[in-house]
C-alpha cells in the first residue's frame, strides 16, 4: 500500500500541521510520498529530516524578528517576508536552525514541493533533484504570498506561492503517484469555503506584470472549494483521512500569537493520533 501525505500550507495557520507531523515522528509513521505547498512544504521537510519540533520557533520565535517578517523588509527590499533569512541565514548549515538535508536526502519519502510560475500562472512541481545543500529555492518559490511579496527568481524563472495553482493537491497524490491513502492537512475547519471578493481585488494588483497569477488568484477560491468537494469524495471512499482544526484560534496567514499558535500545534498534536489506526 503506497501512503501520502499532503500538507496544504496556510502561513502561521500551518503550526497545525506541524503538530501533526511531529507526533507522526514521534510515532514512527512512515509516508512513501508527501507534498507541500507553501509552509506545508517546509513541515514536511522538517519531517522528511526527521527533525522533531524544528518548526516550532519559526512560528513562535523568528517570526516575530524584523529580519523575517516586516514593514522594513516590505521598505526595503519589497517583500513583507525575507524568504532568504527564514530557508537561507537560519535554516543553512551553521545556521541557528539548520535543516539536515543530508537526512532529508537518504530518506526513501518522494517529496513534491507545489509553487506558481509568476508570469504563467502554471503550477511548478519541484523535487529533492531541484534542491542541494543549503539551496532551498523550491521552498521559497512555494513560500511566496503574493502581493506582500515580490515573486522569488529561482532558476532563471519568477515564481509565487504554490497554492494560486494548486491549493489542495490531492489529484496530483492519488491519480498521479497512485497513492492508496493519503492524509490530508487543512489549516481551516473541514467546513470552510474560500471566498473571491478579496482575491480578485487583490488581482487587480498582479494584473498587468502577472496577468497568469492574477488569474489563479482570482479563481483560487472555487479551485479550492472544488478540490475540498473532491477530498470528501475521497473520504468517503475511505482512501483519504482529513485533519483539520476545529478552530484557528483567532490565526491568520501573517498574524503572530505565541498563545494561538501553541494552542494549534497542541491541536494538530492530539488530532494525528488518528493517523496510525486509519492506516492499518
Known sequence: MKTGIID?????????????????????????????????????????????????????????????MSFRNLLLKGSFIDLDYVYGVLSVKGGENPLDFEAMKASPMKFV??????????AKYFTM?????????????????????????????????GGLSNPIPIRKAFEEEKCDKCVLILTRPRDYLRTSDKDKRRA??????????????????ALYNKQLDLARKYEDEGRLLILAPESI????????????????????????????????
Open 8 to 68: 496544504v500550507g496556510g502561513g502561521m495557520r500551518d503550526i497545525y500541521g506541524s503538530g501533526i507531523l511531529d507526533r507522526c515522528l514521534k510515532m514512527g509513521i512512515k509516508f512513501d510520498y508527501g507534498i507541500g505547498v507553501s509552509a506545508g512544504a517546509a513541515n514536511i521537510t522538517s519531517y522528511k529530516s526527521g527533525q522533531y519540533r524544528r518548526n516550532i520557533p519559526f512560528y513562535t520565535d523568528y517570526s516575530y524578528r524584523p529580519e523575517y
Open 204 to 221: 487587480l494588483l498582479l494584473k498587468r506584470k502577472y496577468p497568469g497569477s492574477a488569474k489563479r488568484l482570482e479563481r483560487r477560491a
Open 129 to 161: 533533484d531541484d534542491m542541494k545543500q543549503d539551496d532551498y529555492g523550491p521552498i521559497k518559490c512555494s513560500s511566496c504570498v503574493p502581493i506582500v511579496n515580490r515573486p522569488y527568481r529561482f532558476n532563471g524563472r519568477l515564481y509565487f506561492d
Open 113 to 122: 514541493i507545489v509553487a506558481t510560475d509568476a508570469v504563467t500562472g502554471k
Open 249 to 280: 484560534e483567532g490565526m491568520g496567514m501573517l498574524k503572530k500569537n505565541k498563545a494561538g499558535s501553541m494552542k494549534l500545534y497542541k491541536m494538530g498534536w492530539s488530532d494525528a493520533k488518528a493517523i496510525k489506526q486509519w492506516l492499518i
